[in-house]
């Protein structure tokens, strides 16, 4: 079993910039797809990015060119830098991670392991 614990979310004005890391705890394999998902209020869950063990990336169309997925395998930690941020990014971000070679769909389809989420909120 793997925990995943999210951080670094807050509250910034558009135009700002977070960074959000995920810390992985427990059983956790030398592949795997990890990423990025988040929900707004009143709104269904959608991927944001994801990465897997090789270093590659998927971004949804939403974020491209603003967000940046990485990963630092040392510390089993994901990160999510956040730049030029617009009111439309707030909402409860989640990490996740599953067990595969590659992350091939799972920007739509999800992964099988969350962390409990961290709010961020960007005021006009």
């Known amino acids: 079993q793997v925990q995943l614990v999210e951080s670094g979310g807050g509250s910034v004005q558009a135009g700002g910039s977070l960074r959000l890391s995920c810390t992985a705890f427990?059983?956790?394999?030398?592949?795997?797809?990890m990423g990025w998902f988040r929900q707004a209020p009143g709104k269904e869950r959608e991927g944001v990015a994801v990465?897997?063990?090789?270093?590659?990336?998927e971004y949804a169309d939403s974020v491209k060119g603003r967000f940046t997925i990485s990963q630092d395998k040392a510390e089993n930690t994901l990160y999510l830098q956040m730049s030029s941020l617009k009111p439309e990014d707030t909402a409860m971000y989640y990490c996740?991670?599953?067990?595969?070679?590659?992350?091939?769909?799972?920007?739509?389809?999800?992964?099988?392991?969350w962390g409990k989420g961290t709010l961020v909120t960007i005021s006009s």
């Open positions: 996740a991670a599953a067990w595969l070679t590659y992350c091939n769909g799972r920007l739509t389809d999800g992964l099988d392991y």
């Open positions: 427990g059983n956790i394999y030398s592949s795997y797809c």
């Open positions: 990465i897997d063990s090789d270093g590659t990336p």
